[in-house]
């Protein structure tokens, strides 16, 4: 079983940066695909960012040009640095692993980290 945890949400001014960071542990089967959703109260989730052990990675619309997804050396922890922050990132940050990138959001959830920016 995967257990997920995600840390560096909080409060910042429009146009300043934070760094989330999601740490997996509990399950040995290697899996290929870390990413990052969201969901601002009352909206749908949205798919923000999300990497391959290779890699490669894939955002959304409105995470390219100003978050950057990472990983360590291991895949053990993956990060999201968001820069440039609109008030419109203002949302719960979920972090999820799977096999595949494509099936990310069927994969295991962490609890999520508030992300609010006034």
């Known amino acids: 079983h995967v257990q997920l945890v995600e840390s560096g949400g909080g409060s910042v001014q429009a146009g300043g940066s934070l760094r989330l960071s999601c740490t997996r542990s509990g399950d040995p089967i290697f899996k290929r695909c870390l990413g990052w959703f969201r969901q601002a109260q009352g909206k749908e989730r949205e798919a923000v960012a999300a990497?391959?052990?290779?890699?490669?990675?894939y955002y959304g619309d409105s995470a390219k040009g100003r978050f950057t997804i990472s990983h360590d050396e291991a895949m053990n922890t993956i990060y999201l640095q968001m820069n440039n922050l609109k008030p419109e990132d203002t949302a719960v940050y979920y972090c999820?692993?799977?096999?595949?990138?494509?099936?990310?959001?069927?994969?295991?959830w962490g609890q999520g980290t508030q992300v609010t920016v006034s």
């Open positions: 999820a692993i799977s096999d595949t990138c494509a099936a990310l959001h069927l994969g295991y």
């Open positions: 990497i391959l052990h290779d890699d490669t990675t």
